[in-house]
């Protein structure tokens, strides 16, 4: 599976975005997908995931009830809405695919997209 991101640009605090995450690969439609994000200096941190079949949805509490993921499956792609949009959540935005057994696990994804670069002013 090849994953590229793209969406990500600067915001005003209190506005929103929509990354994108355009899958390759026939095995698209089983993998759990996740959003991570990384500040310099930090770990990456998870965001956000889904299942496959986009049932069963999975938020870390600092963007829970502002950030939404969801899937297309027939367009092999998968987004992360983001509303609510706070300077805090200037960071690179990577996206990932994988079979994790814990979906805030970085390190149990397969396969990762090259990160967009989201930047909220104040």
């Known amino acids: 599976v090849q994953l590229q991101a793209s969406g990500g640009g600067l915001v005003q605090a209190g506005g929103s975005l929509r990354l994108s995450c355009a899958a390759s690969g026939r095995t698209f439609r089983s993998n759990i997908m996740g959003w991570f994000r990384q500040a310099p200096g930090k770990e990456r941190e998870f965001v956000a995931a889904?299942?496959?079949?986009?049932?069963?949805?999975y938020y870390a509490d600092s963007v829970k009830g502002r950030f939404t993921i969801s899937r297309d499956n027939a367009e092999n792609t998968v987004y992360l809405q983001m509303n609510s949009l706070k300077p805090e959540d200037t960071t690179v935005y990577y996206c990932?695919?994988?079979?994790?057994?814990?979906?805030?696990?970085?390190?149990?994804?397969?396969?990762w997209g090259q990160g967009t670069q989201v930047t909220v002013s104040s």
């Open positions: 889904i299942n496959w079949s986009g049932g069963s949805t």
């Open positions: 990932a695919a994988g079979y994790p057994r814990t979906v805030i696990t970085r390190h149990e994804y397969d396969y």
